[in-house]
């Protein structure tokens, strides 16, 4: 692609080139014209390293990371839902153990008033992870829903038992790893990657 795109270029270049142009003129209007190619050849790159192919061959959007109070979110879904972690809330059980439940804000852009927050979104488990390699699993195999209006900023407290993380170490302060899946309809639906997810024990979210 990126080969047909030069040749195409340099043949425009060559066809714009007066028959009676002296070494001199002919000499400038081949640089402006390699200028062109690299302009062309670096638009076509940065497009390309934007893109991705689909399953059908077609190009979408790729995914990024960014930041948010401190914490990293992966969203692939962005276009239809701003998601904000707030972060774990822990509630101790024993004096080394407890269950942390997880608290989002929300923005659906989507006309769909309700969204699954959970696992078995595209048979990805809603789960977490620290550092040592320990896994925290919730005690469902689906998801529940919650409302989410179109265009508000609302906040998903899943405080439900069969959502909470179990056997959290009382005491920990940051989940490195928190995954959970988030579906609007069978069209708008991902699973999404907070990183450095604080834990509050004994609190309650504002």
Avoid: C
Wanted: aromatic share 6%; net charge negative.
């Amino acid at each position: 692609m990126k080969k047909i795109t030069m040749f195409v270029l340099m043949a425009l270049v060559a066809v714009m080139v007066p028959a009676g142009a002296g070494a001199q003129g002919l000499g400038g209007l081949l640089k402006k014209g390699k200028e062109a190619v690299e302009k062309g050849r670096k638009v076509l790159e940065e497009t390309t390293s934007s893109e991705t192919a689909g399953d059908e061959g077609n190009a979408v959007s790729t995914t990024t990371a960014v930041q948010i109070n401190g914490m990293e979110v992966v969203n692939p879904i962005k276009t239809y839902m701003d998601v904000e972690p707030v972060g774990l809330y822990g509630v101790p059980r024993t004096e080394t153990k407890g269950d942390a439940y997880l608290v989002l804000k929300v923005r659906n852009k989507e006309r769909v008033e309700t969204a699954l927050f959970g696992s078995s979104i595209e048979n990805k488990k809603m789960i977490a992870a620290d550092d040592n390699g320990n896994v925290y699993n919730i005690d469902s195999s689906g998801a529940m829903r919650y409302d989410t209006p179109s265009d508000m900023m609302v906040k998903i407290v899943m405080d439900e038992p069969a959502m909470m993380f179990m056997d959290v170490p009382v005491g920990m302060t940051v989940m490195p790893v928190v995954k959970i899946g988030i579906s609007l309809d069978a069209s708008h639906k991902g699973n999404l990657t907070f990183r450095n997810v604080p834990v509050f024990w004994d609190e309650t979210p504002e």
